[in-house]
């Protein structure tokens, strides 16, 4: 690291003060939106892929800058992240992609993806032909490695580069900090005006123990207080939020009385980067490294510090981290913690849809039923109850489980809007109370799509010529022995499909964002 940024000032949120408000909150460009967000789930790269197409059906739409929010986890954020901070030299359409009618999609144009577009980027997500030397580099391994598939190709995988919201937040920074300097940032794209972006991951403890972790351009950490859950159960993990470019720091050497902390950062790992955020939020393996006692595996690794009752007993600890979707593939909790009263979910998941017509037996995405109801056996837990948010209403889920399954024996796109009692959920720090409004998009084969395909790509998808789970493709494995990669022709398709269901979806979309 260079010497000039080992030491850092960086401000300080304590989320248990009363007086706490979360800190985009503060920004007029934040706030003065309507109080609406959109979320987009887990899946590798099959949910990146989702991603892209529904961000390009709502972009053209032109609906985006409705939203206050965009959360996002693990795949879901492979796309969000650069998008978020895309080079305003990149057009979004160029990133994004075309919206394209299905009759007029060709099966030579499917293996096209110009550069730099994501499209071509997620086509290109070999684990092996991104094993750089730069990819090895400790617990920063896996970092560097979905860096380079995912934001290399757009200039964000610098490992010497902090990020932050706008120029405005950029200013107070510097004005604090004089060992810094304007390029030692990316900003979100100031052009384009985007919703605020909330990547979601965990820090991984023993015993099924999974603290959600909140990634942000203004703040990274744990809102809620996690009692005697950190180092050798003596330690407190939670309650506060620093801002990124003083994340992963040492104990702070002192804290102003505006909140301000000064920390030491040290070698260039401790740089906490949009590499970092990318790693993090899709590092799922984390989960088996931790199981298996298999620290040396590459996984992230930070420090992480909280405010206790005295300033004095400050201790940072390092902690494994892993993906946001371990816990909840959804990337609804941060909305809900932040009182968000509409949110579009675009669940992205490998589970197709599926009533048995004799028994009524529901398969669906273990996500959705865990927000009104304790699994069984989730993650190897007997009780995952930690997820339920809409709690006493199993009738509304049973109702849009049965509205999903309507839309797609029609043959339109699977989307369904409820409204919901959210109910307490310490473990996110969600204090219930209030009703929200849900649009659910389930990812499944819309037939009013593929019967629009001309009739050679029609019979191509019909006989499994892109892998017969079409566009439920498995997360890991499903162009085996390759790990995560999807073909060109498979990207593409899953986008094309993905914005199509958003855009036949056009009214209830603009109703919904009360446009």
Known sequence: MIDRMKYVRARVYDTRDPSFGFPELQLDGVKKRPNCGVAFSGGGTRSASLTLGQLRGLHALGVLEKFRYLSAVSGGAWTAIPYTFLDPAISDDLFLGACVKPEDLRRDGLREAPEPSMARAISRSSILGNLTPDALAGDESYAHLIANIFLKPFGLAS????????????????????????EDFHLANPGANRPFLIAGGII????????????????????PVFRKAGANGRFDIGGTYIEPHGFDSDSPESIDPEGNAYVRLGRPKHMFTLSDVAGTTGAAPAEYAERFGLGWAGFPEFKYWCLPPRPSAVKAKEYDFGDGGILENLGIMPLLKRKVERIIVFVNGETELL?????????????IPALFKPLKNHYGEKKFDTNVVFAGQEKEYMELVYALKVKLDAGLPPVVTGEYEVTPQPHYGIPGGGRVKVMWVYNGRVRGWTERLP??????????????????YRTFMENFPAVIDLKPEQVNLLAHLSSYNVMESASEIREFVGE
Do not use: H
């Not at 010497?160 to 300097?181: G, H, K, S």
């Not at 019909?462 to 789970?469: I, P, Q, V």
């Open 355 to 367: 009533v048995d017509r004799y028994t009524s037996a529901v398969t669906i995405s273990d996500s």
């Open 159 to 182: 490992e010497q580069r902090f990020f932050t919201w706008d120029a405005a937040c950029r200013e107070r920074i510097l004005a604090q900090n004089l060992n810094l300097r304007k």
């Open 204 to 223: 991984i403890r023993p015993g099924f123990v999974r603290i959600p972790f909140d990634m942000t351009p203004l703040y990274a950490g744990v809102c």
């Open 455 to 472: 009739a050679d790509l029609r019979f191509a998808v019909a006989r499994g010529d892109y892998g017969a789970r079409f566009p439920n």
